[in-house]
């Protein structure tokens, strides 16, 4: 009797699918010719997989926080350590002249820069990572990159709320000035995703992006308005500051709580730039190799 | 109505590549470029599989039979040419894809049935029966990292029964797991079936293929051999292993020194209820089996050996033994001599392969292999492995042990699945 029961479910499962499907036929779900998807292609696999994206970035998040002892916890503290530390090392050892506030110019900064340098670490190998995954199954290969994106928003939010909590107490009073970090989310996100999309695709092939992007990230710091103000800066630094697509976002963070050092527009507009241009790289990257990136994992 | 697996021409190049492309070694050249082979693993495949039909693809290692179902599956686009399939496809390469250790049986099921292609509302009004079928009860809000395997694989299998494919795709995995899992899964692939899934199955267990597939095809270097019912698509796969097996099984390790030695008829023979040898192509498993070698020396020789081998289907060395060390005896030039093996089948059902070598006497050099023959195993349904070790089991009881089994008792007599060729 013992055998009959997984028949009878399977059958009930089986009836419930033909009351799903109706009558119409099946859709072709697999219709290739040569090895190049295409965005139009890319853009229908997206959208017929879009709760996929959901799932796999509630499961990273689950492994990420929720099974881990204190693992919310961690995800404010570290943050907040990192730029205290930041903070007391530069104001108190290195002198670093800011008007005012420093700390919270440092926590400003550094809630944008660490969800970049998160989701790009994360991001940049997602699609390796995941050949678990994609190399025994089809479903569009940019939505790990994305995931990565998308879960990072949690850390930063967490920090954002810190941040706000944090500012009166450290002396800042926050006001209107706050509808910078709508503008400031968006434009992170945007930049952000640009450059996962194209170092995700690139470590695919170039194996050692992982060490590329990690050197980088210690030096961009550096150029990212998030320990000094630009203000303070001239010359060749200056120049890199200014077209560095993250100066943009850092800033609309700072005019959110202690107020912008550059023009908005102008570091804004950078931003946007290289967004648009990463973007547009990821997706072109994505969209010509998103069926082959099996092959070399 | 149309067909549910379509493809046009298609064939598809790997890159393969020495060294590991880096970013910086490139852009900065140290290297002239990242040196690379180019290889073709499956070439000009037309194909055509209908709604509803079981479909086998079988070859030969690396002949190309994981990448058409890569392709299949559409995990990899073809380089040339069009690959169309009608339906949800579930590669059963995907039992347990997207499982994490750390998260609940239940959480996994959501994950890995929406990688399957299941909207969240499907698996939801699933997950009861999902539960059901792989027995794992309360454990379903466990973390997986506790599971057993068995658990683990029939919680992965469940999912991907329950994405009610159209078109399922099975490998290997299936070979993997205890024997009733085995059995459970054909079970489930039987019924999927009769509701009208297409079934393609690339497996090396040619017996599965010839239980469960209406037509077969064979893959040799990528490219399409033969295309016909298992049988026939077996039997052409014998003569690939045949015409290739002269190089492999050549190597011996030893240089080969033609022109002394010619294998001429090498057979495999079988008693009947009478006690005649015959030859044949069928054994029951745990009887005596003759091989039978011809041979002519071209040059005088003192002595010499002769070593067979036994490979099962998928090529793998099952047994080797030789004369090395019992001397043979002398062959003049233009002499004909025979050689007699007799050994007792203990193996388990299934196709297997003998071949021939002939030695110097000194090991230093082969003289002569012939092509192999094959011979089908039959009998022991239900031994699994390499070898039949013919376990005889009985249970203790107070007043001593009552026999359950003992194949070595029925084995011997000779069934009427003997015939002659
Ligand atoms: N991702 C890959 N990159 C490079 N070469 C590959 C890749 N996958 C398969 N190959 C090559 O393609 C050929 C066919 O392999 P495969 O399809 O795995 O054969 P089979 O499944 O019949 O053993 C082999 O020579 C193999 O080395």
Known sequence: ?297 | MSAAIELRGVSKQFTKYVDTPMLLTSMLRFRPGTRRDRIWAVQDLDLDVAPGESFGVIGRNGSGKSTLMTLMAGITAPSRGSVRVRGRVAPLIAVGVGFHRELTGRENVYVNGSILGLSRRQIDRRLESIVDFAEVGSFIDTPVKFYSSGMFVRLGFAVAIHAEPEVLIVDEVLAVGDMAFQVKCYDRMKELRSSGATVVMVSHALGAVRRMCERVLLLDRGRPVAVGTAEEAIAAYHDVLSASREITVGESGLRHEPDVVKIGAVEVLAADERGCWWRTGHVEAGTQVRLRVEGTAVTDLDDLVVALTVLGADGSVVYADSTAGHPFGAVGAGECFTALGSFCCRLPTGTYEVAVRVDRADLRTTLAFAAPVSFFVTGRNTVAGLADLETAFAREESGGTAVVHDPSSTAGVASGSLYLS
């Open chain 1, 1 to 297: 009797m013992g055998r009959l029961r997984p028949l009878r479910t399977l059958m009930t499962a089986l009836t419930s699918e033909l009351g799903e499907r109706g009558a119409s036929p099946p859709p072709l779900s697999v219709d290739l010719h040569g090895s190049a998807t295409g965005p139009g292609g890319l853009a229908r696999a997206v959208w017929a997989h879009r709760e996929l994206l959901g799932i796999l970035a509630r499961k990273e998040f689950h492994v990420r926080y929720r099974r881990a002892t204190f693992g919310v916890l961690w995800a404010v503290a570290l943050p907040v350590l990192q730029s205290l530390v930041l903070a007391v090392v530069f104001s108190k050892v290195a002198h670093i002249r800011h008007a005012s506030h420093y700390p919270v110019f440092v926590l400003s900064g550094m809630a944008a820069w660490l969800y970049f340098a998160m989701a790009l670490a994360g991001g940049s190998t997602s699609i390796v990572d995941g050949s678990d995954l994609s190399s025994r199954v089809y479903f569009p290969r940019i939505l790990l990159p994305l995931v990565q994106v998308a879960t990072n928003l949690y850390g930063l939010l967490v920090t954002v709320g810190v941040l706000v909590a944090l500012s009166p107490v450290l002396g800042v009073g926050l006001g209107s000035g706050l509808v910078y970090l709508v503008p400031g989310v968006v434009v992170l996100v945007l930049v952000t995703a640009g450059f996962v999309l194209v170092a995700s695709a690139l470590h695919v092939y170039f194996r050692d992006i992982r060490y590329v992007v990690s050197a980088a990230l210690m030096m961009w710091m550096y150029v990212t308005p998030v320990i000094y103000p630009p203000a303070d800066t001239h010359g060749p630094l200056r120049a890199a500051i200014l077209a560095n697509p993250l100066t943009g976002v850092v800033e609309l963070f700072h005019a959110s709580t202690v107020g912008a050092t550059v023009s908005l527009a102008a570091a804004v507009s950078v931003s946007l730039a290289w967004a648009a241009v990463l973007l547009v790289a990821g997706v072109s990257l994505h969209s010509r190799f998103d069926r082959v990136f099996a092959d070399l994992l």
